[in-house]
Every structure is written in C-alpha cells, then in structure tokens.
C-alpha cells in the first residue's frame, strides 16, 4: 500500500475551502448536501478506530521498552477485558495487563450510579459486577499465572476518554509514575476507589449483581436459634460459614419494627399498596424499603420456613405484592444462597481485593488526540519518516486486527512492522549515500584512471565466491578514493550494478540505526565509513551484528578504518579479513598526475606549476599527495593558468619607505659583565670623559674598584682597570688576575697589539650607554638592551627575503600611517608575483579580525576575514604539519597594537611563543603597544626594525605612480594626455610639501596617498577641460596642513566621488552645489559615524538601536558604504564595519563625539560619562587629538556645529578637563598634551583666550602657559607615549624583548663535583657567574638547587665585606656585586624572596655601591612567563631602586622595567599591601616601643625612625612614581581606596582594623601633599617622608585613631604590664588618660583601672609620689566614670599635701567641665553617680581647705 498517497488523499480531504476559481459558478449541490447529519456506522466507527490506535500505541510503548509482549485484542476467555491484553514477558518482567476501552463521542461524565448498575440493564460500561466476574475468573486463569502456578503481576483497567461526576467523594488518585504506567498520557487520571465507608455501596451492588454467586452452592446446613452453620461450595472447594444470630439482633428488630409500623393502603386500581418507613429513619416515617443488600438478605432469610423460628413474626411477608415492593421480582430476587453469603460477608474479600486493583483511567485522549500524541511519540523517537511510519503501523495493525483467523500479536511481529516500515525509508536515504559518494570523485580529474589505483586485494574479496569470511577490515592512506576505484572497476567488470552495492558513514548512519536495512535483499555487498569515528567496544557489537546479518543472508561488508585502530585485535574478535592499503609511491603519483602536469594549483594564495611542487620535497605537500584521497581533494582546484592577484592596496601602487634595522642599547656596565671577555675595546669615546664617568659610577669615595693608575692594578678590590698605548704590553698579565681591562680603540691598526679574543663596543652617550661593533656573536652572551635604535643599516633585499634566521621573529615597529600595514601586504604581494617552485608560506594575519570564541587554536587564523585567502582544509593541514616540522612558513601578524581583548592578546602571545622557533615571524605594531609583546626565554633573538617617513624622491614616486595610475584605471585617460600634466603636477606637490612648513605632516606614506586623493579630480577635471593645473586651487592653505585637515579634506573628495559615481549625479551639478553632496550623504555619514563611535568603545549593539532612530536609512544603505572607499562592510552574526584605515575610525568617531555635544541631550550626557570614562586611556590617544582639533576648526559634516560658537568649541575641552580625579596630574598633562598636538601657535592663544574666565579650565590654562613659555609646539605625538616620525626617537618605547642567550662555558667534568666544591667556587665572585652559567647549562645542577645553595651563602656576612684598608687578598670582597648578584640572575625561576631580601638588605646597605648591579641583575632576570614565586620576588626589589633612584647610573633600565612590569607590579602590590598592614604591623608594638610606652601624641612625628609604616608607605610612594612614570589617574575612591587607572583600573583594598584605618589616613596625606608640588618626583624620595605628617590636623585624626583602639588593646597587657608600662609612670598616664577624655574614648574599664592601680597603692601614703606627678591628672580625666571610690582618693590624697589639695581641685573642675558637655540623651546612671559623688567630694574639699587655711594662720 502507498502510504504516501493514503496520506495525501487524507490530507486532501480533510483540506476543504469555499474559494472557487474566478469565473465559476458555484455548485448549488452545496447547499443541498451540506447539513445531512452522520449516522449508522460513523456513529460506532469512532471507537473501533480508538481501540485500533490504542493497541498500536501499547505495542509501540512496549516494543521501545524491549519488552518481549504478546498483544491480544477482542479475544473470548478474556471476557469484559477484551478490548487490549498486553502480556509484557516472562521472569522479572511478567506483568500483564487487562484493559477495557471505553470511548465516548460526547462529553457525558460516568456518575456514582453507572458502577452500581446491573449487568442486565442497557448502558451497563461501567457495572462493576461484569468486571468483577471477568476478573475472577481472569484470576483464576493460566494467562494471570507463571509457569510455576505462582501469579503474574497484572493490572486491571477502565479506560475512558469521559469524565467521573463528583469522583472525589468515592475515588483517589492512583501514584503510579509515567515511567511505570505504558498507558499514561498527559492530563489524564488514574483512580482507584477510596478504601473507607464510601466504597461500600460498590460492595453491595457486585454482592447484588455478580454473576460468580451463582457457582456456589450450601451444604450441610445447621440452623439452631443461637447459629447458623452450612458450607459453601465453589468449584468443588468447600468453605465451612456460621451466621452468629446474636449478631444480627438488632438489625433484626430494626427492620421488624419498620415493617410492624408500615400501613397498608390502596391505589387508584383497589390494589393494597406497601408503605414502608425507611431504616434508619425517623420512626414516624410511614415508607420503607429495604436499602441495603443486607436489609434485603435479611428479609429473605426470614422467609425461609426452617429459618422461622429465628425471625421475628413481623418479618414473615404473607403478601407476593409486598415481597415483590420489598425484594423485587421473583426472578430478580435474591437467592437463599446469595442472601447467606452476604451475611456472613463471605466475599468480602475477594471484592475488596477487585476494587483495590481495578484502575479506573478517566480524561483519557479521544481518537484524534491519541492519533497525534502516537504521532509526536514517533517523531521524538524517529527523524527520517516519522508519519510514514505512523500511518504504517495503523495500517498494519488494521490488517492484523480484521484477520479473524487471530487475535494475538507477537513482539516479533510488531517489531516487523516497524522495520519493515524503516527498512523502506531507509533503503532511500541509502541510495543517496551512495550518490553522496559517488558525487564526491566524479568531478574528480584524476578519473577514469582507476585502473591503475583499484585495489587488487579488495576487488578479489568482492568477487570471490569461496572466501571463508564475509568481512574485510580495509585501512591504509587514502583508502576512499582506492574503495571508489575498485567499485568502478567493478562496475566497468560487470560484476555488480549500481544498485547492488551500499555506501554508508557509520556516524549517524549506523551509530542511530538498528541495522535492519542490512537484511534488505537488493545488495550484495556494503562498504562502512569508519574513518571518522572511534572505534569502541559498542561499535564492534554493533559490527559484529551486521556480520552477523550479513552472513545469514549471504552478504559482504568492508569497514574502513584508520591506521591507528588496532587491526589485529578488531580482525580477531570479527573474524575479518584484513587489506592494507598502503600510501602512492612517487612513481605512482607521477604516473596518475602527469597528464595534468601542465595545470597550476594555489596554495595559500600563490600559485604554483603541479609539476614542479610534486617533484620539489620542500613542504610536506609531496608527503600529503601520497594520500589518495587527498590528492583527488587537491586536484579539484587544479587550473590551466595561473591567475593574475589584484594587489590590495589602493591601485596596487607601492612605494617602499625605507625599512631599517634597529641596533640594540645595552648598559655598558652590565654588557661587561655578561658579555664573558676580559680585554673591552671602546670606540667613539674621549678617554679622559670615559675615565672619569667609569670612576664616577664604580668607585665610591675610599671605596674603589675602578683605576686608571698602573700602580694600583694589582689591589684586590680593583676589578677594572684602564689599559693606555703605555702600559698595553702588560695587558695579558693583568686580564690573568681576574680583572676586566677597557682600552680605547679609536684607531683600528692599533688592535694588532691585543693578543687574544676581545669585544668592540661603542658607547652612543654619555650615561654609558653602548653598542657592539665586534662580529662574536657566537661566543657573546648578551644581556637584555635598555631600547633600540634605528641607527642600522637599511634593508636592502626584497621585503620577502629581509626575515633570516636565527631571528625568527621581526618586530616592526612604526606609528600610525608610516605603512605598517601596507609593506605587510606588498610583502605578500611580491612574494605571491616571485616565481618559485617551492611550497612555502607567507601568511598575512589581520590580528583585529580574529574570532577566538570558539577556538583558540592558530587553525582559527585561517579565514578570509583574517587572511584575505580562501582556506580549503588540505590548505590548513598543510601549513599546520609545515608549522610543526619545517621552516617555510612566515607569518604577517598586522596591527598587533589594535587588539583590544585581553583574553586574545594571551592567545595571540602563545601562538608567537610555541612557533617562533618553527616559522618566521614578523609583528607589525605601533610602538605603545610593544611592551605587550612578551617572548618565553626559550625564544630565538628578534630583530627590530623601523619604518623611516618617505624621502624626497620615494614621495615624488609615489605620486607620480598613483596619478598616472588612478587617471588610467578610474577616468581611463590615455598616458599621452597625462604624461606632461603628471610630471607638472606632481613636481608641484614635491615642491609645496617640502618647502612648506607643515603641522604634523611627516611625509608619511598615509598622507601622502590623502594628498593624492584629494588633487587628483581636480587633476581629472583640469585634463578634461584642458586647462591649467593649479595645485594651490586644489588646497588654498597648503602652506599649513595638519593631519587633521587632511583627513577632513580626503574624506570629503571621497564622498563627492561616491556621489559622483554611487549616486550617478553629474559632476557639473556638484561644482554648482557642492553643499548639497552632504545633505544627499547625510545618512550614509551617519551611519559611518555611529558604527565608528560603538566600535571604537566597543559598546552593546543595543546602542545602535538606540540611536539609528534619529536617521533614516535600510540595508541597501549599508551595503552602498562599501562604495564610499573609506570602508568594508562585514555581516556576521551582527553587522561590522571594517574602516580601511584606523585612523578613519578614529576621525568619524571623534565626528559623532562633536556631533553629539551639538545635540545637547541624553547622547550628549552618555559622550560626556565615556569621554570621562576613557580619556586618560591610551588607546583613545589619536582619537582625542583628532576631537580636540575638530572642537578648533570644525567640519561640514557635523550638522549645527559652528566653531565661532564658543559652547561647542569648549565643550569638548570642558570634558575632558572638567571634574578631573587625576590627583597627581601626569595622566592629566599628558592628555593635554596629546590633545593639543595638532594646534598650531595661533589656535593654542585662541584656545587660552576663550579659557580665561573658566574656572574649570584652571589646570588646562596652566599647562598653556607653561607649554607657551617653553615655544610653539612642533612635534604632533606625546614625546613619551608614542614619539613622533620614526624609531629614533622613541627610546622609551622600544620594549626589549631579547632573552639571555645560553652560556658558552664548557660543561665537561663538572657533572661529579662535590656540594662543598660547589659552595667553595660560588664563594669566589671571580668564577660565580661563569661556574653558575655552566652548571644551569649542563644540566648538572638545577636552578632550586643552586638558590638553596646561595642562601646558605650568603647567611654568612663575612663572606660579603672585606676590611678595605687591609691589605691581605680576600677573594670575597665585593661578592655581591663583582658577580653574586649576577649569578643569582641567571636562577630563573629558582630566584625566590630569601634571595630577593638579601638584594633588598644589600641596596639599603649601601645604594651608591649596589643599586646599580642589583638592578643590571633584576632587569636581565625579570620576564613575564617567571613563576609566581620569582616573578614576585623580583617585584619585591623594585621600590628600593624607586627609593634610591638619585644613585642610578643607568635610569633608562629602571624606565624599561617598569613600563615591561607595571601591571604584574600592581597585581603584587595589591595583594601585598593589605596583608602586611593588617598581619605585619602590630599595634602593641606601635603603644610599646623597646618595652616602653611612647608618648602616643609623638608617634606619628617618628614614623619614620621606628619603621612601623615604612614599608607599605614605601610601597604607596613606589606605586605612585611607577603611576607617573606609566601616566596613570591616580585617585581616592568613595572609600578612601587608592585606584589607579591605565588601560583598567586597578583598586588597592585595605582592611577595616585600625592599621589599616590609620596608613588610609597617611595615604590620604600623601596623595594632598603630592597633589600641590610641583617636582612630586623629589618629594617621593626617601628623606621627604617626614614633610608629610607635619600638619596638626592630620596628626590628630592620627591620634584619634591610635586612642581608639587603647581600650581594645589595653586587655591584651597583663595587670603587671599595666603596672610596668602605663601606670607606674604617672605623666605618660596623665597624657593618656587626657587623650582618651579628649576624644571622648574613656570607658568603664578604663576607669576602674586607674582606680584600682590607686587603690592598690594607696597605702603607701606620704611615701607615695605618684598622685602629684599626674596620677591625680589622671583621675581627673574620668569624666562621667567619677564615682565615690574616686572622690574618697582625692579627699584621703588632700588631706596629706598641698600640692595634692590643688590637684584634686584642678581634676574636679576638670570634671565637672566634661559633665557639662554630656548630651541629655547620654545622661545615665554614671553620669548621675558622678554628679552626686562630685558635689559631695566638692564640699569634703573645701572644708580640708578651710581646715588648712586655719591651721596655716
């Protein structure tokens, strides 16, 4: 049957529509035949149909399940549960289910009622008596049973699709789970009956009405008055009952007195009519009829004339009328039998036992909401067909339900079914495989050549009749392409047809498959894909399933698998043949491609001659073609000519400015001692100056380790000595002393007297500062340079060729437009143009188009987007195994310095760091961005290189090339006609720009190709007009152009030509209205400027949304902007805009910013919060030059924006210098800075002039002033943030990157020396360095080992110093710095705190003698792949050189450092200052100080002498010169936290204790007096510290804070301690006691202390002096804590002296002054207590007073 037809005849019936086609007369049968109603069989139809639907939804439950069931329907012995019996299997698993359907086309509810219906009356569904006889003897049956007699577990179910009435009076959910229930459906219910007294009235109708009472017979009756006895028999079982009549007493008399009170009386026929009262019922009732089947047997039995006697005489019914209105009918009433068993309740357990497993399910679906539930059920489980197979197995089960010949269903037929019904789909989707297969090669021009590629192997195992198995295990190299080779040959053989033959890939077509297909007879054999998956255990059962299919039915399979799986298990345990294929030889490759050898193919862009990269085994390419199947993949690109690449940049023109090599910088001192060579020949020097700056940096007053002087030579301390022309001859004796011999070399042809190897250096200024000269770079080990120089030599080859090992990462280094990105790509270009027949590869990288959110593999490089190339995947293996195992790969990783994402920076650097050592590298970046670049010490060297600005020559070329160029191509005039006008005008540029004095123009290769946009449709139209040419028509102001103004003037000749040519307007039109190409661009601007201001913050795309509103525009807008020339549109997941250069992001965006302050509303609020936000940031640097110069000059572009206007011109300015958190204001002054740039003198005094009234422009003014003051500005860059014009002058920011090269000392014998040998040569700094260097470099040993060895060391201080005035040889002297620091150094990561504090103790020691080598050693071990450990160890020592920075010689190093480390510095810091503040300062040490206690008021005045906060304020002020030296805003937040702020903020947290409340209170200080100096460099030295805490005010909040934290503190002292430091000296405790009343401090405790230590004292008496020497001071700072104990001291103390008299009368006014500023509120029971005892003790006084005035008179 056609299921697919079937369905669409469904479906195009159950489809109906009135719509008739136009014209047509619309049939009146309609109306006639429209309203008949259904009827006869479609009123039944219904629930045939459901239970048809059922039964195949329980079989499809069931068969998903794995259960091995037998579905029977509509069979006999299951009587009332016929409609589905599903027995789901044997053992654990022996459920069987009994379910009765009952389907309802209406929406009538069963009621109580319909359970307790006959089973003789109509409409008996749902009489519970039928169910309970089938269920009985369904119990009773084999089907309910095992097979060892015991019972199955079965259930019992009503199955409804109708509603209960009022259910929960007599019904309960059933929990059974879904999981559980296979006939559970959504929204339906399951109930059982309640088990209390509402189940009874069931009981009674199935006593009333089972059929199964009717079985049962009484025997052996025995009936006396008191019992009766009988037996019940049912099927032959005998049951022995006794009916106790005691028991029945009282429901006996009830129904007697109902019955004697009843009345008889007549109807209208004369018939006597019954009216009984109801039991139970008011007795006054007069109708009765027996309600219970209890009252019923009763009445029966009383009938009974044996039983008469038993029964009350009102019992006894004479009437047939009245036992008819009593019990019924003759034949409906109740036997004697029945009436016994329901007294004596004989089946009451039985029947409970029915109703507690008769599942009663209601709600159910009805037929076409089963029908799409079976459907959704198919569709979760099915992906290919799942309505095929449902309409299928409707079908099916159809048949098998009308075959009368049975009604039972196996779980073997069902699953037939099924697979009959997927087999068929299936056996479809297979045919594609195949064709997806053969599709694969037949475009292929390797075939038909599959004659000499078939396997002869495989092609025998397919043919043959006699192999002994039936599956073959295929692996090898290139297998499908061999396995389609075969199956062509024998397809050509005849040996098979297309169709005998299947394809497949074993994920997904086998892992979600149940391999039924294979048994399908239409193939003879089956090829399985493994080549993609794993190989698991799963998969060999499921392997071993279809051989075992295939073998029963006479087929073959051949499994694919990769090299790696391991054959000869998988061939055992498949009893499989086994066919290698193995790779193409070079013959056979040569054989199958040399009919296509004149074809070219391209790889990674460039393409190559077939026949040449085949034979040439450069790349791995000749190793990946011996892949068959790689090769047909390759030479699907093949093509008959080479192509011709469009070179990408603009006209493809390219000048070549000149790339220079940068020279190395090194510190002359640190060279020396790294370089290993004892004799050091200077150049370019004047020896009396090189003399002197030698003696001034090594030798330190008596301390020398420096002469010129022969005579002192031989001292021990001297280490380097000055050889002249005089005293050379005895050079070879003094080099053997272990000294370091310098000789100025000035002339070459005196060197020939130097015997031995020696260095050539030449020192470039005069910090001592130098270069080598001398070519030994093999036995030279280089420390790191300070910064580069573009001093080299210029790079002469093609740009291709100037990356050499072993400097296999280039650097290079220029600012924005010198050409970075250009000579990138002309680089690629010519090498793409160069002939070669090599494999190799030069890969352009646009790092700022890389996506790494889903990979951070260098894989995900390779797009178009990034590389400009597109990528097949035997490309990328390609280059990624030449990556690994050759050196023909270079990489062009462009615009480094525009990766804004942290995360993939990191990435990037892995990737620079895990290849530089396999394939050439090269970094294009501006220089602000290089110390981002940071090299693994494992790295080769790398070479700097800069661009220099175009000369006068390379300019005059590239103008003259570019107009000749952009006249041919875009206006295609002839060269006759331009030749004489080129010539005319480009000399006329040549001439303008150098001899103009222009802002900011460095004849860089941007501006110039802006200059040349903008003359040249002035060029075109003089050239069709035949006129003159006038370049100062072009650009009246060309004697002042800044960047700015250029930019402005390219961008407008851009848009007039997209107006021009996009827009078709001619250009006639234009030169009349040239203001109206801006209205008719104003969306297209629009659009630039809002793309370029979201990306250029990188803000939410909802911020386009928000703001596109205000225009209009579409997505045809969008797309025309990749007219303008300024841009590229790109749409990913959201849309991006690539601008062509990122300065024209920068200018747009700084358009938007002005255009925004214009509007003046919400956008303006959000500019302003992210200006504030970014300003000090150093990405946004070009980007607020290019705002603050439009604020000046403005544009066109910005509609509304008028520069005379001075609110738009200041509001920028307003911005950016407004609200300012820069407390020390070197983020500030270099915005400024950097702002004003492109101002020239004038606009810089017109700028000021708007300024003067301007309160908030304070800080800008001055820096005007002092900007003015020190000339016009002339250079157009931040001198130290990104200097101007080219590498020379950028020293500061020419990060090097250089690592440590390896040492050159021999290894040999050292590999068994002994520990205490080792400790004896690390002692002597003469073989220190070397020994380490060897020993590190063997392997001999190790880093940790030799830091262990090196702490020992230095434990002993003898070994460091020497007495310098005694003459005896120490070797030790000067250790540290003669070689200890140095070979510290070279520990790596070994270098750890102990060693980093001995650096620290030594450069306190003495900074004028050690901070110079102690940094030399810091600045060559420092990288930022250190472990943790050392990396902090390392950071730990920087702020000793910041704190004894006016001792350094060689600054530039500490400069390279920091800018290398700030940000690790701030991380370490950040994490070192709270922890040392609250866990290192103690405060009792701070209240105790040497045992004593301070005077606490004194404290802060010596903070420096007791050192309590000296290190984290050393911290602080190191963190803030590193903030300056960097130009970080440095700021107080709203906490008082210290936030310093670069490219991140960075927020240093202290805790809540009071250290930490009191060093917030220093930084504070700090910061305010750092924030009004104007050197603040001077003031972070150390011996400035103090000036800092002179203010009373701060030493107050001090104080306060310290008193604080004394009452807290004060428990932690002993009682004696108190004695001893605080009590015991009278006047520390006045003054104490006084601060703490002062600060309003004082407490109970302490109180009660001081009046104890009195007490305790008192005895003493006039011996005693302490109450005169401040003790009774003391008490009078008690305040409200005054109390009688007190006031009797001071009266006992009066009455002795005088002196104590006066005190205690000073202490009571003091006294009483403190209760005199007690608020009300704070009045309590002390304060009362003081008040009374003051008042008593105030007039005791006065009468010892009086008492002492008499006696005195």
């Known amino acids: 049957m056609d299921i697919s037809n079937r369905q669409g005849d469904e479906e195009a019936m159950e489809t109906t529509s009135d719509d008739q086609p136009n014209g047509e007369h619309i049939d009146a049968r309609l109306n006639l035949y429209g309203n008949l109603q259904p009827g006869g069989l479609k009123d039944t139809i219904h629930g045939v149909v459901y239970q048809l639907v059922l039964l ?259 019992m006894k019914i004479q009437s047939e009328e009245e036992l008819t209105a009593l019990l019924g009918k003759q034949e409906d009433r109740i036997s004697i039998e029945r009436a016994l068993i329901i007294l004596t309740s004989a089946l009451d357990e039985k029947i409970n036992q029915f109703l507690d497993e008769f599942e009663i399910k209601i709600k159910q679906p009805n037929v076409d909401e089963l029908q799409e539930l079976l459907l959704q059920e198919i569709k979760n489980i099915v992906d290919v067909g799942p309505r095929q197979i449902f309409y299928g197995l409707n079908n099916r089960i159809m048949y098998w339900f009308k075959n009368r010949q ?173 066919i290698e294929i193995g790779k193409l030889t070079s013959q056979q490759i040569q054989g199958i491609c040399k009919p296509l050898y004149h074809l070219y193919l391209n790889v990674g862009g460039k393409d190559y001659s077939l026949k040449e990269i085949i034979k040439n085994g450069t790349s791995n390419f000749s190793t990946m073609i011996s892949d068959f199947d790689l090769l047909c993949e390759i030479s699907l690109n093949l093509k008959e000519t080479p192509s011709s690449f469009k070179s990408p940049l603009p006209y493809g023109i390219f000048v070549q400015n000149d790339l220079v090599q940068c020279i190395p910088v090194y510190d002359l001192m640190d060279l020396v001692d790294n370089a290993g060579f004892k004799i050091i020949v200077v150049h370019g020097v004047n020896q ?144 793409i143009n160069e002939p070669s027949n090599n494999v190799k590869w030069l890969i352009y990288v646009l790092l700022p188009q890389l996506d790494l959110s889903s990979s951070k593999s260098i894989e995900a490089a390779f797009t178009y987007a990034v590389t400009k190339v597109d990528w097949k995947n035997w490309e990328i293996s390609l280059v990624l195994k030449d990556l690994e195992s050759k050196s023909n790969v270079t990489l062009l990783l462009d615009a480094f310095d525009e990766v804004k994402d942290e995360n993939y920076l990191k990435v990037i650097k892995e990737w620079i760091n895990q290849y530089s050592d396999k394939a050439n590298i090269v970094i294009a970046t501006r220089p602000y961005a290089l110390n981002k670049i940071s090299l693994t010490e494992s790295n080769n060297s790398c070479s700097y290189y800069g661009l220099k600005g175009y000369t006068e020559d390379q300019q005059l070329k590239y103008i003259r090339e570019y107009i000749n160029a952009i006249l041919k191509l875009e206006y295609k005039i002839s060269q006759e006609q331009t030749d004489q006008q080129i010539d005319q005008v480009s000399e006329q540029i040549n001439l303008k720009l150098n001899n103009t004095k222009l802002k900011g123009l460095d004849t860089i290769p941007l501006e110039t190709y802006h200059l040349c946009e903008i003359i040249t449709p002035h060029l075109v139209s003089n050239l069709k007009a035949k006129s003159q040419i006038d370049v100062d028509k072009v650009y009246p102001k060309i004697d002042f152009i800044t960047t700015v103004s250029l930019i402005q003037k390219f961008i407008a000749t851009k848009l007039q030509l997209f107006f021009v040519n ?92 002005m255009r925004g302050i214009v509007i003046s509303d919400q956008l303006s609020q959000h500019i302003k919060e992210t200006i504030q936000k970014y300003r000090y940031n150093p990405r946004y640097r070009i980007l607020f030059s290019l705002t603050a110069h439009i604020s000046m000059t403005g544009d066109e572009i910005i509609p509304g924006f008028d520069p005379g206007n001075s609110d738009h011109k200041l509001q920028f300015w307003k911005m950016i210098a407004d609200e300012s958190d820069d407390l020390l204001g070197a983020a500030e002054t270099k915005l400024f800075h950097n702002c004003l740039t492109e101002y020239n003198y004038q606009q810089r005094q017109s700028l000021a002039s708007s300024l003067s009234d301007k309160q908030w422009a304070e800080k800008l003014i001055q820096f005007l002033n002092k900007d003015s003051q020190q000339g016009p500005a002339n ?152 472990q943790e450990e050392s990396k902090h160890a390392c950071l730990s020592i ?68 007791n050192k309590t906060f000296d290190y984290p304020i050393l911290l602080i002020t190191s963190l803030l010169w590193i903030a300056m030296q960097v130009g970080c805003v440095v700021k107080l937040n709203v906490k008082d936290q210290l936030q310093l702020t670069y490219e991140s903020v960075t927020t240093f947290k202290l805790n809540d204790d009071v250290q930490s409340q009191i060093f917030t209170q220093i930084l504070r200080r700090i910061l305010l007096t750092l924030k009004w100096q104007t050197n603040k460099d001077t003031y972070l030295e150390k011996e400035h510290y103090l000036s800092f805490f002179s203010d009373e005010a701060f030493k107050k909040k001090i104080k306060y804070l310290l008193y604080s934290s004394f009452p807290q503190r004060i428990t932690e002292f002993s009682n004696e301690d108190l004695k001893t430091h605080l009590f015991k000296n009278p006047f520390l405790a006045s003054k104490i006691y006084k601060n703490l009343n002062y600060y309003g401090l004082m407490t109970p405790t302490l109180a009660n202390l001081l009046l104890q230590y009195a007490k305790d004292n008192e005895y003493l008496g006039k011996k005693w002096e302490w109450p005169r020497q401040g003790g009774i001071k003391a008490i009078g700072c008690v305040g409200r804590y005054f109390n009688q104990d007190f006031a009797k001291f001071l009266e006992n103390r009066s009455k002795l002296y005088d002196d104590n008299l006066r005190y205690s009368e000073e202490a009571l006014a003091n006294i009483n002054e403190t209760l005199a500023t007690v608020a009300v509120q704070d009045r309590d029971e002390y304060y009362q207590k003081a008040i009374k005892a003051i008042k008593e003790c105030s007039l005791n006084i006065e009468c010892i007073a009086r008492s002492k005035s008499k006696t005195s008179n």
């Not at 209960?164 to 006939?183: K, N, R, V």
């Open 56 to 314: 195949t939804c329980a079989a499809y439950r069931a068969e998903k399940k794995n259960r091995n069931f037998f579905l029977i329907s509509e069979a006999k012995e299951f009587e009332k549960f016929d409609d589905l019996v599903i027995d789901n299997g044997v053992g654990d698993n022996d459920e069987i289910i009994f379910l009765q359907a009952k389907h309802c086309s209406g929406e009538k509810s069963y009621s109580e009622g319909d359970f307790c219906k006959s089973t003789k009356v109509k409409d008996n569904d749902a009489s519970l008596a039928k169910y309970y006889d089938s269920w009985i003897r369904l119990k009773a049956q084999k089907f309910s049973k095992r097979e060892d007699g015991k019972p199955k577990s079965s259930r019992y179910i009503f199955f409804t699709n109708r509603d209960i009435h009022q259910s929960q009076q007599f019904l309960e959910d059933y929990p059974i789970t879904p999981e559980m229930d296979d006939f559970h459906f959504q929204e339906s219910k399951t109930l059982k009956f309640k088990k209390d007294d509402s189940r009874q009235k069931f009981i009674d109708a199935i006593y009333s009405y089972t059929e199964e009472i009717k079985k049962c017979s009484l025997d052996n009756k025995e009936i006396s008055h008191e019992v009766i006895r009988f037996d019940i028999v049912v099927d032959e079982q005998r049951y022995r009952k006794e009916l106790k009549i005691q028991e029945l007493e009282k429901e006996i008399k009830d129904i007697a007195n109902l019955l004697n009170n009843s009345t008889s009386d007549r109807n209208s026929n004369g018939q006597p009519k019954l009216k009984r009262a109801k039991l139970n019922r008011p007795r006054n009732s007069h109708h009765y009829s027996p309600k219970s089947i209890r009252e019923k047997a009763l009445i029966k039995l009383a009938q009974e004339r044996d039983l008469q006697d038993i029964f009350p005489q009102e």
């Open 406 to 578: 049975s009604c039972v269903l196996k779980w073997t037929e069902f699953k037939g079914f099924i697979n009959a019904e997927e087999a068929d789909i299936q056996r479809i989707l297979l045919l594609s495989n195949n064709k997806v297969f053969e599709d694969e090669y037949r475009n292929c021009p390797l075939f038909p050549l599959q004659e000499s590629v078939s396997n002869q192997e495989l092609f025998a195992f397919l043919t043959s009749s006699t192999i002994k198995n039936n599956i073959a295990v295929v692996s090898g190299i290139g297998i499908r392409a061999r396995v389609y080779a075969t199956i062509q040959s024998l397809l050509k053989d005849q040996e098979i047809v297309n169709s005998e033959w299947l394809f497949l890939d074993f994920a997904p077509s086998i892992d979600q498959s149940d391999l039924k297909f294979f048994s399908a007879p239409s193939y003879k054999f089956a090829v399985i894909d493994c080549l993609q998956i794993d190989i698991t255990q799963e998969r060999i059962d499921k392997i071993k399933s279809i051989s075992k299919i295939a073998t029963d039915d006479k087929k073959k399979i051949v499994l694919l698998v990769k090299d790696n799986v391991t054959q000869i298990d998988l061939i055992q345990l498949l009893k499989a043949d086994m």
């Open 1062 to 1153: 996009h827009l078709s307007i001619p250009h006639t039109i234009l030169s009349q209205w040239k203001h109206q190409f801006y209205g008719f661009t104003a969306s297209h601007l629009e659009l630039l400027m809002i793309f370029a201001y979201k990306q250029e913050f990188n803000l939410n795309y909802s911020f386009l949304s928000l703001h596109l509103h205000r225009i209009f525009y579409n997505k045809a807008m969008l797309n025309d902007l990749n007219d303008t020339g300024l841009v590229c549109v790109y749409r990913k997941d959201q849309i991006y805009i690539k601008f062509n250069h990122d300065t024209y992001q920068d200018y747009f965006a700084a358009l938007f910013i």
């Open 1438 to 1505: 920087i702020p000793y050189f910041i704190r004894n920075y006016c001792h350094l010689t060689s600054k530039d190093q500490l400069h390279t450092l920091i800018n290398r480390s700030y940000k690790s510095i701030f991380k370490y810091y950040q994490m070192q200052l709270p922890n040392y503040i609250s866990n290192k300062i103690s405060l009792r040490k701070i209240f105790e100080n040497d045992g004593i206690y301070p005077y606490l008021d004194e404290i802060l005045a010596h903070v420096d002498r």
């Open 1275 to 1426: 250079n157009k860059t931040d001198s130290q943030q990104e200097p101007a014009s080219n590498i020379d002058d950028n020293h500061d920011e020419q990060i090097p990157i250089l690592r440590d090269s390896a040492s050159n000392f021999s290894a040999s014998n050292e590999s068994n020396i002994s520990e205490k040998e080792v400790r004896r040569i690390l002692r002597n700094k003469y073989y220190v360095v070397n020994k380490t260097k060897s020993w590190l470099k063997n392997g001999s040993l190790s880093s940790a080992k030799l830091a262990k060895l090196f702490e020992e060391i230095i434990e002993n201080s003898s070994l460091y110093e020497s007495n310098y005035c005694n003459k005896t040889w120490d070797p030790q002297s000067y250790w540290d710095i003669d070689g200890g620091f140095s070979a510290m150094a070279l520990l790596g990561n070994g270098f750890n705190k102990s060693l980093a504090d001995h650096f620290i103790e030594r450069i306190d020691f003495d900074p004028s003698w050690r901070a110079n080598p102690a940094l030399n050693a810091v600045y060559s071990l420092y990288r930022d792949d250190l």
């Open 688 to 831: 009396q100056d090189f003399i002197k700056q030698l003696s001034n940096r090594l030798n330190k007053g008596k301390k020398k380790r420096f002469t010129a002087e022969e005579n002192e030579f031989n001292e021990i301390d001297i280490k380097y000595i000055f050889i002249s022309d005089k005293n050379i001859s005895n050079l070879q004796n003094y080099i053997k002393e272990n000294k370091i011999a310098f000789y100025i070399g000035n002339d070459s042809n005196n060197l020939s007297c130097i015997e031995g190897k020696y260095l050539c250096i030449s020192c470039i200024d005069n910090v001592l500062n130098a270069k080598v000269i001398s070519d030994v770079s093999d036995e030279l080990n280089l420390p790191k340079p300070i910064h580069y120089i573009g001093q080299g030599s210029k790079i002469e080859k093609p740009t291709h060729h100037f990356i050499t090992p072993p400097s296999n990462i280039s650097i290079i280094s220029a600012q924005a437009g010198y050409g970075k990105s250009s000579f990138c790509l002309a680089t690629r270009q010519q090498w």
